[in-house]
């Protein structure tokens, strides 16, 4: 069975950096996009950005709205992947969620069918 | 950047109703790379129509998805107690993929 599990969210401070963490099993991790999505209280889902797999070159694709204060990574050896987040704002404030499309290649890698049942990040002072 | 527009903002139905639900680019989708999300309270998203008119794997087929270019439309045939939900739609032609404002889909 495929899973996904985040975790890594909690309450910081305007300001300060989060790293949260996607722990997956039941899928070969190293051939997928992970997606990450987030969606602040009360409001729909924004797309953050995903990341390609090793064979694509790892590369990134983001949201322009968060002006490269978010980076995306993974460790295929640990099948983890990972959305460190900088110069958090009040606005950052939400549930984070990794999502992936297993045995899809092409645009289809973009989607989410799988899903992980999110995290939560409260940026306040 | 895309920006996708979901009409109505909510719908008011009851079970056994069609429900029909639009969203519209402000541009051209690549290839027709749209999809529908179903997400209910307190729950993840769920895939309901990929490439704007297939169905993903395990969803009933009183789900149907229709359009092109910039005009797409997310049909439910007959409303389940259980289809009462949220909708939005995704385009992930273009990068940034951008989500739709969603359609909250309510019990009259």
């Known amino acids: 069975e495929v899973q996904l599990v985040e975790s890594g969210g909690g309450l910081v401070q305007p300001g300060r950096s989060l790293r949260l963490s996607c722990t997956t099993s039941g899928f070969t991790f190293r051939d997928y996009v992970m997606t990450w999505v987030r969606q602040a209280p009360g409001k729909g889902l924004e797309w953050v950005g995903f990341?390609?797999?090793?064979?694509?070159?790892?590369?990134?694709e983001d949201a322009a709205s968060l002006k490269g204060r978010f980076t995306m990574s993974r460790d295929d050896s640990k099948n983890i992947a990972y959305l460190q987040m900088n110069s958090l704002k009040t606005e950052d404030t939400g549930v984070y969620y990794c999502t992936t499309t297993v045995g899809s290649d092409g645009y289809e890698a973009r989607l989410g069918s799988v899903w992980g049942q999110g995290t939560l990040v409260t940026v306040s002072s | 950047e895309i920006v996708l527009t979901q009409s109505p903002g909510a719908l008011s139905l009851s079970p056994g109703e069609r429900a029909t639900l639009s969203c519209r680019a402000s541009?051209?989708?690549?290839?027709?790379?749209l999809a529908w999300y179903q997400q209910k309270p307190g729950q993840a998203p769920r895939l309901l129509i990929y490439s704007a008119s297939s169905r993903a794997t395990g969803v009933p087929d009183r789900f149907s998805g229709s359009g092109s270019g910039t005009d797409f439309t997310l049909t439910i045939s007959r409303l389940e107690p259980e289809d009462f939900a949220v909708y939005y739609c995704?385009?992930?032609?273009?990068?940034?993929?951008?989500f739709g404002g969603g359609t909250k889909v309510e019990i009259k």
């Open positions: 995704q385009q992930y032609g273009n990068s940034p993929l951008t």
């Open positions: 541009q051209s989708v690549y290839s027709n790379y």
């Open positions: 990341i390609r797999p090793k064979v694509s070159g790892e590369t990134t």
